[in-house]
């Protein structure tokens, strides 16, 4: 059973930003593509930006421009660079993989606040 481990969230002021890390127990982040999500207070779970073995990445509209994802296949780590924070961003992000295939994390809070 594959894990994953998220850490880096805190409490940022708008404008701000944050490294989120993700770290995977088992030896697959080679193999599929790697997904970051995401979810606020009384919302569903949403995909926020993946990244396949080959480095291609995809993102939600409302982030484009914003946050930034990436890999470590070597390490089984990936990672997500949010710059420009809004509070609209504040919510539990996990890692998984795409389509979400392993167990959810722990996940780590993100509060976006002045």
């Known amino acids: 059973q594959v894990q994953f481990v998220e850490s880096g969230g805190g409490l940022v002021q708008p404008g701000g930003f944050l490294r989120l890390s993700c770290a995977a127990s088992g030896n697959i982040f080679s193999i599929y593509v790697v997904g970051w999500y995401r979810q606020a207070p009384g919302k569903q779970r949403e995909l926020v930006a993946s990244i396949t ?48 295939t392993f167990p959810w994390g722990q996940g780590t809070q993100v509060t976006v606040s002045s």
Request: proline residues 4%.
């Open 53 to 100: 073995n080959g480095g291609r990445t995809t993102y939600r509209d409302s982030v484009k421009g914003r946050f930034a994802i990436s890999r470590d296949n070597a390490k089984n780590t990936a990672a997500l660079q949010m710059n420009s924070l809004k509070p609209e961003d504040t919510a539990v992000y996990y890692c998984n993989l795409l389509p979400q």
